[in-house]
């Protein structure tokens, strides 16, 4: 690591301290003075040449290309401006935190320091935030390795890193993926995902309608996680959806698929849910 001083300041570095001295400042009432300064970080580590040396190319440009496309960037982002600072701090933090929290290529933990699991209800809420910041880049980036590397051919969709067996598997996430694939469509007028992993959707749609999750009753029933291990539970699944942007036929029903809203999934007609498979006309291919 390194750190430097752009401008005409006066500065002096205490090496038994390990820090910069800036000073003396001059600075007259009403008049706020501004330092800028840089902290650059080698990764992974290398030599301390190198990274003197890169050090010394941005003190002579004041890092001005840099700052540029910084600026340029959080430009095309969203923010608001509220009098609420509760508002203000949470949206702030989420805009300038998500971003670095989520790596180039869509991988991020839903966890804190050496967790490393990656679930998909985690990132899809995730992603949720990324696209209300405005982060549209980041936010397919990361749909695209949920839709690639996190859910099964079969639609098992992945838990802590791993496809669990069937009696362990939540379907809630599925609904998760499904509302934040509508909300990135509905900001960024992009379906090409939905479109593209059309069946892959569609197998997950589908996977809670198998009989091997139905008992007696005709319910779904799947083991959900708890504190102290797993504990049965039974989750009412509709037998006849009228609409992904409709109501069960029950309206009192809350569709597992679809704790908020559904999309569409590729298709923007009706469609429907008989038994356990969906009529041709649920998802037009395009």
């Given at each position: 690591?390194?750190c430097a001083?752009?401008?005409?300041?006066?500065?002096?570095?205490?090496?038994?301290?390990g820090?910069?001295r800036?000073?003396?400042?001059a600075?007259?009432?009403?008049?706020?003075?501004?330092?800028?300064?840089?902290?650059l970080?080698?990764i992974?580590?290398?030599g301390?040449?190198?990274l003197l040396?890169?050090m010394?190319v941005?003190?002579?440009?004041?890092?001005?290309p840099?700052?540029?496309?910084?600026?340029?960037?959080?430009?095309?982002?969203?923010?608001?401006?509220t009098?609420?600072?509760t508002?203000?701090e949470?949206?702030d933090?989420?805009r300038?935190?998500?971003p670095?929290?989520?790596?180039?290529?869509g991988?991020?933990?839903?966890g804190?320091f050496?967790?490393?699991?990656q679930?998909?209800?985690d990132?899809?809420?995730?992603?949720?935030?990324?696209?209300h910041?405005?982060?549209?880049?980041?936010a397919?980036?990361?749909?695209e390795?949920?839709?690639?590397?996190m859910?099964s051919k079969?639609?098992?969709?992945?838990?802590?890193?791993?496809?669990d067996?069937?009696e362990?598997?939540q379907?809630?996430?599925?609904?998760?993926?499904?509302?934040?694939l509508?909300?990135?469509r509905?900001?960024?007028g992009d379906?090409?995902l939905?479109r593209?992993?059309?069946d892959?959707?569609?197998?997950?749609?589908e996977r809670p309608?198998?009989e091997?999750?139905?008992d007696?009753?005709?319910?779904?029933t799947?083991?959900?996680?708890?504190?102290?291990g797993c504990?049965?539970?039974r989750t009412n699944?509709p037998?006849r959806?009228?609409?992904?942007?409709?109501?069960a036929?029950?309206?009192?029903?809350?569709?597992l698929?679809?704790p908020?809203?559904?999309?569409g999934?590729g298709?923007?007609?009706?469609s429907?849910?008989?038994?356990n498979?969906?009529t041709?006309?649920?998802?037009p291919?395009?």
């Amino acid at each position: 690591m390194a750190c430097a001083v752009i401008g005409t300041t006066p500065t002096q570095i205490d090496e038994s301290q390990g820090c910069i001295r800036l000073g003396p400042i001059a600075i007259a009432p009403g008049v706020t003075v501004d330092l800028d300064t840089l902290f650059l970080v080698q990764i992974p580590a290398g030599g301390p040449d190198d990274l003197l040396k890169r050090m010394q190319v941005l003190q002579a440009s004041s890092a001005a290309p840099e700052r540029a496309t910084t600026r340029a960037k959080w430009a095309a982002t969203s923010f608001i401006s509220t009098k609420d600072q509760t508002v203000q701090e949470l949206f702030d933090k989420a805009r300038l935190g998500l971003p670095g929290m989520i790596a180039a290529d869509g991988t991020m933990d839903a966890g804190i320091f050496e967790y490393g699991a990656q679930w998909v209800r985690d990132t899809s809420n995730t992603v949720i935030g990324a696209i209300h910041t405005g982060q549209f880049e980041l936010a397919r980036n990361t749909l695209e390795r949920v839709l690639t590397r996190m859910i099964s051919k079969e639609g098992v969709t992945m838990i802590a890193n791993a496809f669990d067996p069937p009696e362990r598997e939540q379907f809630d996430q599925m609904g998760e993926l499904l509302h934040v694939l509508k909300s990135y469509r509905d900001w960024t007028g992009d379906d090409s995902l939905i479109r593209q992993h059309r069946d892959l959707l569609l197998a997950a749609i589908e996977r809670p309608l198998h009989e091997r999750f139905r008992d007696e009753t005709g319910w779904s029933t799947t083991a959900a996680s708890s504190g102290n291990g797993c504990s049965t539970t039974r989750t009412n699944w509709p037998t006849r959806l009228t609409s992904f942007r409709g109501s069960a036929t029950q309206p009192t029903w809350r569709p597992l698929w679809a704790p908020r809203t559904a999309p569409g999934v590729g298709g923007r007609g009706r469609s429907h849910v008989e038994g356990n498979a969906f009529t041709s006309d649920a998802c037009p291919r395009p």
